[in-house]
């Protein structure tokens, strides 16, 4: 009876297994077919060129990667500067990887993600990613506390926080330093928190290309909710299709202040510079470097001021149709000072590198404030305390000191032909002193260049003296008044027959000349004799000096002319 049972509990479980299979399609064997290619890696993040901007010395980057094969993966491994940071080799899905590897402790610099995938039959494939951690923004200039760039976002690099976006501005190719810059659209405009920017005294400063449509709009506007101009600052244009006049207000606290700025010629394609600066006692504005317009003021009062607004009026100065601005903006920064003209001056030049005006010119030191060099963008060096004055002929000048000058070397501007032009505003006292020496050590004047005065305090003489390798040339130039307020415009020219001094664009005297040795000469002195002529007294001098540039030839009496009218 057992086996009797024990046959029907099997008989019974063979029809139960059979059932459980009705319906189902047998599983059926399919070849992988032919490995026809290496695998594909796509890496989605980060972008190529991508950019880490922390103010952290170090920072993680996230590197997400999507591998895929036609077979089988077997290994893919993801590097950073050819060192393995991360290798794959079990997949939950054979032939398909998406995976996202986050590197701790990227530092400044340039570096290079690497993804090398391999497939079960050994073909290989590999892509290259290419980022930067770029180093925390240091402020360049005294004062500085905001800087927005513009370079495809809207991050001010002191703080690294980002301005806030209204509508839909864009970037555009062709900026200053040839990077993106700010394009304004309709309805459009950055806002940025006022907080931290907030200055008894306050400047901006910017690279603008307007666009006269419409034909009024904000600049920048740091205003409170309503009609209120008592407070904050806004910046503005006024005009027509053909010309527009840019202006300021300030809000003194207890009234308001305005600037009626210039005017300017519109469309243009060209870049300008737009400064502001606001103080206890004035408000300037500044085209360019130069000054547009500079009012009395009383103050600024920031009480209510949330956000500054760029590119527009809005929110709270939209009314009187100063609204969103269709102009290009680039490379706009903050100070917590009245910057001074040479200060403008030095931030243009700067952000926008010096291309020669002149045939020939090798050498252009405008004195805004430093001691650089604008085609090699090399500093002089400094002995003793020269400094500055606001008042140049263009911009700031320099001012001699007692036992000071400046040096630059002289490796790159030696020429068988040589000119040098400047403004000179002449102090008698001392009654001499050098003026431009490139001069040998000792007493060797057969090498090199010295110009210098000698007098006395109501009359300076202006002399130059040439080496020509075997004697030397003497050119007695000619007399000028001193004590005087006016500037006055020098220049001396030197070739293989001539050596040449002119006072204001009129020749004051030419000499025969035999040509120019530069043998033993390293640097060229400005604003005295030393170290090497400061014997007979041709020492420091205390006269102002602007604009001084070189050149590689002897300059027509035309071409002087146009240069110092150019300047004037």
Same mark, same amino acid.
């Given at each position: 009876?057992?086996?009797?049972?024990?046959?029907?509990?099997?008989?019974?479980?063979?029809?139960?297994?059979?059932?459980?299979?009705?319906?189902?399609?047998?599983?059926?064997?399919?070849?992988?077919?032919?490995?026809?290619?290496?695998?594909?890696?796509?890496?989605?993040?980060?972008?190529?060129?991508?950019?880490?901007?922390?103010?952290?010395?170090?920072?993680?980057?996230?590197?997400?990667?999507?591998?895929?094969?036609?077979?089988?993966?077997?290994?893919?491994?993801?590097?950073?500067?050819?060192?393995?940071?991360?290798?794959?080799?079990?997949?939950?899905?054979?032939?398909?990887?998406?995976?996202?590897?986050?590197?701790?402790?990227?530092?400044n610099g340039d570096h290079v993600i690497t993804v090398k995938a391999t497939d079960i039959e050994g073909k290989t494939s590999q892509k290259d990613v290419h980022f930067a951690k770029v180093s925390p923004y240091t402020p360049k200039f005294p004062g500085e506390i905001f800087y927005m760039?513009?370079?495809?976002?809207?991050?001010?690099?002191?703080?690294?926080?980002? /301005?806030?976006? &209204?509508? #839909?501005?864009?970037?555009?190719?062709? !900026? +200053?330093?040839?990077?993106?810059?700010?394009? %304004? $659209?309709?309805?459009?405009?950055?806002?940025?928190?006022?907080?931290?920017?907030?200055?008894?005294?306050?400047?901006?400063?910017?690279?603008?290309?307007?666009?006269?449509?419409?034909?009024?709009?904000?600049?920048?506007?740091?205003?409170?909710?309503?009609?209120?101009?008592?407070?904050?600052?806004?910046?503005?244009?006024?005009?027509?299709?053909?010309?527009?006049?840019?202006?300021?207000?300030?809000?003194?606290?207890?009234?308001?202040?305005?600037?009626?700025?210039?005017?300017?010629?519109?469309?243009?394609?060209?870049?300008?510079?737009?400064?502001?600066?606001?103080?206890?006692?004035?408000?300037?504005?500044?085209?360019?470097?130069?000054? /547009?317009?500079? &009012?009395? #003021?009383?103050?600024?009062?920031?009480? !209510? +001021?949330?956000?500054?607004?760029?590119?527009? %009026? $809005?929110?709270?100065?939209?009314y009187w149709n100063h609204k969103s601005d269709l102009s290009q903006y680039d490379e706009l920064r903050f100070f917590n000072k009245a910057l001074t003209s040479s200060e403008i001056q030095n931030i243009i030049f700067n952000d926008s590198p010096y291309v020669p005006k002149y045939a020939?010119?090798?050498?252009?030191?405008?004195?805004?404030?430093?001691?650089?060099?604008?085609?090699?963008?090399?500093?002089?060096?400094?002995?003793?305390?020269?400094?500055?004055?606001?008042?140049?002929?263009?911009?700031?000048?320099?001012?001699?000191?007692?036992?000071?000058?400046?040096?630059?070397?002289?490796?790159?501007?030696?020429?068988?032909?040589?000119?040098?032009?400047?403004?000179?505003?002449?102090?008698?006292?001392?009654?001499?002193?050098?003026?431009?020496?490139?001069?040998?050590? %000792?007493?060797?004047?057969?090498?090199?260049?010295?110009?210098?005065?000698?007098?006395?305090?109501?009359?300076?003489?202006?002399?130059?003296?040439?080496?020509?390798?075997?004697?030397?040339?003497?050119?007695?130039?000619?007399?000028?008044?001193?004590?005087?307020?006016?500037?006055?415009?020098?220049?001396?020219?030197?070739?293989?027959?001539?050596?040449?001094?002119?006072?204001?664009?009129?020749?004051?005297?030419?000499?025969?000349?035999?040509?120019?040795?530069?043998?033993?000469?390293?640097?060229?002195?400005?604003?005295?004799?030393?170290?090497?002529?400061?014997?007979?007294?041709?020492?420091?001098?205390?006269?102002?000096?602007?604009?001084?540039?070189?050149?590689?030839?002897?300059?027509?009496?035309?071409?002087?002319?146009?240069?110092?009218?150019?300047?004037?």
């Open positions: 009876m057992k086996i009797i049972n024990k046959i029907l509990t099997a008989v019974l479980a063979l029809f139960m297994v059979t059932g459980c299979y009705e319906g189902i399609d047998p599983i059926s064997y399919v070849a992988p077919g032919a490995d026809a290619s290496a695998p594909q890696i796509i890496v989605v993040t980060p972008a190529e060129g991508y950019q880490i901007k922390v103010p952290d010395l170090t920072a993680p980057i996230s590197i997400q990667v999507e591998v895929t094969d036609d077979i089988e993966l077997k290994q893919v491994v993801v590097a950073i500067d050819g060192v393995d940071v991360k290798t794959y080799t079990d997949f939950r899905d054979y032939r398909r990887l998406l995976a996202t590897h986050v590197q701790e402790g990227i530092t760039p513009f370079e495809g976002d809207y991050m001010e690099m002191i703080s690294f926080k980002f /301005a806030t976006k &209204v509508g #839909n501005p864009t970037f555009a190719t062709g !900026g +200053i330093l040839d990077g993106k810059a700010y394009v %304004g $659209a309709n309805d459009s405009y950055l806002t940025f928190p006022a907080e931290g920017l907030k200055s008894s005294e306050f400047s901006a400063a910017f690279w603008y290309k307007p666009n006269a449509s419409p034909d009024r709009s904000g600049i920048l506007s740091a205003s409170p909710t309503g009609e209120n101009r008592q407070k904050g600052f806004r910046l503005f244009r006024e005009g027509s299709a053909t010309e527009q006049r840019i202006k300021l207000n300030v809000g003194t606290g207890s009234g308001e202040t305005w600037n009626d700025g210039d005017v300017f010629a519109v469309p243009t394609s060209e870049w300008m510079h737009i400064a502001i600066t606001i103080s206890g006692t004035k408000a300037a504005i500044y085209f360019n470097g130069s000054l /547009a317009r500079e &009012v009395d #003021n009383t103050g600024l009062d920031w009480a !209510g +001021i949330d956000n500054i607004s760029i590119g527009s %009026g $809005a929110p709270n100065f939209a020939g010119e090798t050498f252009y030191m405008p004195f805004n404030g430093n001691f650089k060099e604008l085609m090699s963008m090399t500093d002089a060096t400094v002995v003793g305390n020269p400094g500055f004055v606001e008042e140049g002929v263009v911009g700031g000048a320099y001012a001699g000191a007692t036992d000071s000058y400046v040096t630059f070397p002289m490796a790159n501007l030696k020429s068988t032909e040589f000119s040098a032009v400047f403004w000179y505003k002449p102090n008698g006292n001392p009654t001499r002193s050098g003026i431009l020496s490139a001069s040998p050590t %000792g007493e060797d004047r057969q090498k090199g260049i010295r110009l210098f005065r000698e007098g006395s305090a109501t009359e300076q003489r202006i002399k130059m003296n040439v080496g020509t390798g075997t004697g030397e040339t003497w050119n007695d130039g000619d007399v000028v008044t001193v004590p005087t307020d006016e500037w006055m415009h020098l220049a001396i020219t030197v070739s293989g027959t001539k050596a040449a001094i002119y006072f204001n664009g009129t020749l004051a005297r030419e000499v025969d000349n035999t040509g120019l040795d530069w043998a033993g000469i390293d640097n060229m002195s400005i604003g005295s004799g030393a170290p090497n002529f400061a014997y007979w007294d041709h020492k420091s001098d205390l006269s102002l000096y602007d604009e001084i540039r070189f050149f590689s030839k002897a300059l027509t009496q035309t071409e002087i002319q146009g240069i110092m009218n150019a300047e004037k």
